[in-house]
Nanobody
Framework: QVQPVESGGGLVQAGGSLRLSCAAS????????MAWFRRAPGKERELVAS????????YYTDSVKGRFTIARDYAKNTVYLQMNSLNPEDTAVYYC?????????WGQGTQVTVSS
């Protein structure tokens, strides 16, 4: 079973940028779409951005439009999330999964902390 492996999180000041990566362990991504989700402290996990693997059509939740960009690299079998103009409300654990998500593919995620 393909397992997404997230990386690239860290601590950044408000207004800063980070790029998250999601690599496939144990196979290749073959789902119709891949996505980034996040869970902020005390909140439910939410869909942040999604990309159709073949056609590249993207979706963003309203709070990140214009600031985040999702992309995929076929050759590297990797999904990225470029995050710019970060603010403290973006603080969360970020997860990569198919969209809709596979409940058996939730990984450890990568922590993003934005200081004010």
């Amino acid at each position: 079973q393909v397992q997404p492996v997230e990386s690239g999180g860290g601590l950044v000041q408000a207004g800063g940028s980070l790029r998250l990566s999601c690599a496939a362990s144990g196979g290749t991504f073959s789902s119709y779409a891949m996505a980034w989700f996040r869970r902020a402290p005390g909140k439910e996990r939410e869909l942040v951005a999604s990309i159709a693997w073949a056609r590249g059509v993207t979706y963003y939740t309203d709070s990140v439009k214009g600031r985040f960009t999702i992309a995929r690299d076929y050759a590297k079998n990797t999904v990225y999330l470029q995050m710019n103009s970060l603010n403290p409300e973006d603080t969360a654990v970020y997860y990569c999964n198919s969209n809709p998500p596979n409940v058996r593919s939730w990984g450890q995620g990568t922590q993003v902390t934005v200081s004010s």
